[in-house]
C-alpha cells in the first residue's frame, strides 16, 4: 500500500495543481463560448514541439533517441504566443467569421500538421500518444514543482487583476460592456491561457486537459453563477474525478488519464441527475 501511496502521490498532485488553474480558466472558456479555444491551443503548442522535435533529429543523426523529449520547448511557446496574437486581432466585428470557425480550422490545420511532421520522425507514434493522451502517470516531483512555480505565477497574476479579465470575459458577448483596452488585455488572457496549456499537456495530454477544462466548470456552471463558488464547485468535482480515476487505474491496470477522463464524464452525468431532481422538487 506504501508504495502505491508513493507511486500515486505524484500524479496526483500535479492534476490537482492542474484542475486549481483549469476550473478557473473553464469559466472563463464557457462564459467566453470558445469551447475549443484550450484544444485548439494545445494542439498549436504540440505543432511547436514537433517542429522542435525534427529539427532536434536533424542535427543528431538517426541514432538520437527522439522519444527522450520535452514538449515544453520554445518554439512551442512561441507558437501560442502568436497563436494568441492572431485570435486577438480575430476577433474583429468586421470579421463575420464566427470566432468559434477560427478556433475549430486552427485546431484541425495544427493537428493534420503535426501528424505529417511527426510521421517523418522516429517514434512517431509514440509522441502522437503522448500528445492526446499524456504521461501523467509518470510524474515526478521535479514536474510538480515546475508546475506549481506555473499556476502560481499565472494564478496570482490573474488574481491580481481578476476583476479586469473578468469585465473583458462578460463583455466579450455582452456589446453593452465596454472595456479599456480590451484588445490587450485579450491578448494577455489568451496568452497565460497558452503558457498554461503548454505547461498542462506536457503531464496530462490535449484530452485530459480538455477535460479539466471544461467539465469541472460544466459541472460548476449547474449549481452556481459566482465565480468563487463555481471554482470551488470543479474544485471538488476534480479532485472526486482524479481521485477515481488515478485509483481505478492502479488496481485495474488501466491508463491513467482516460480513467481520469471517465470519472469527469460521470462526475457531470450525476451533476445534470442532481439538477434535475433539485428541479422536481422545486
Known amino acids: 500500500m506504501f508504495t502505491a501511496f508513493e507511486f500515486m502521490l505524484p500524479p496526483f498532485v500535479a492534476s490537482l495543481l ?8 473553464g469559466i472563463h ?24 522535435l525534427v529539427i532536434n533529429n536533424l542535427g543528431s543523426g538517426p541514432s ?19 497563436a494568441a496574437g492572431v485570435f486577438t486581432i480575430l476577433k474583429n466585428k468586421r470579421i463575420k467569421i464566427p470566432m468559434e470557425a477560427i478556433i475549430g480550422i486552427a485546431y484541425a490545420v495544427a493537428t493534420t500538421t503535426a501528424v505529417i511532421i511527426l510521421d517523418k520522425g522516429a517514434g512517431s507514434d509514440v ?9 501523467i502517470l509518470w510524474v515526478t516531483w521535479q514536474h510538480v514543482l515546475r508546475l506549481s512555480i506555473v499556476v502560481l505565477l499565472i494564478g496570482g497574476f490573474h488574481f491580481c487583476l481578476r476583476e479586469k479579465f473578468k469585465k473583458v470575459t462578460l463583455g466579450y458577448l455582452d456589446k453593452n460592456i465596454e ?4 484588445g490587450l488585455w485579450d491578448f494577455l488572457f489568451y496568452f497565460t491561457f497558452g503558457i498554461m496549456i503548454v505547461e498542462a499537456v506536457s503531464i496530462g495530454g490535449i484530452l485530459t486537459v480538455f477535460a479539466f477544462l471544461i467539465i469541472p466548470a460544466s459541472v460548476s456552471a ?10 470551488l464547485i470543479g474544485l471538488a468535482a476534480g479532485f472526486i474525478a482524479t481521485l477515481g480515476g488515478l485509483w481505478l487505474s492502479w488496481t485495474r491496470d488501466l491508463p491513467s488519464s482516460p480513467a481520469i477522463v471517465m470519472f ?19
Open 222 to 231: 449547474l449549481f452556481a453563477e459566482r465565480w468563487t463558488t463555481r471554482i
Open 127 to 135: 509522441h502522437i500518444h503522448d500528445m492526446l493522451a499524456g504521461t
Open 264 to 282: 469527469l464524464g460521470v462526475c457531470l452525468l450525476l451533476a445534470i441527475i442532481i439538477k434535475g431532481l433539485i428541479r422536481l422538487k422545486t
Open 179 to 182: 472595456v479599456a483596452r480590451s
Open 18 to 25: 492542474l484542475l486549481l488553474i483549469t476550473a478557473y480558466f
Open 64 to 82: 538520437s533517441h527522439a522519444h527522450e523529449h520535452d514538449s515544453r520547448t520554445l518554439m512551442a511557446y512561441a507558437f501560442c504566443l502568436l
Open 29 to 52: 472558456v464557457i462564459k467566453r463560448e470558445i469551447i475549443f479555444i484550450d484544444i485548439a491551443l494545445a494542439q498549436i503548442a504540440a505543432l511547436g514541439s514537433a517542429v522542435t
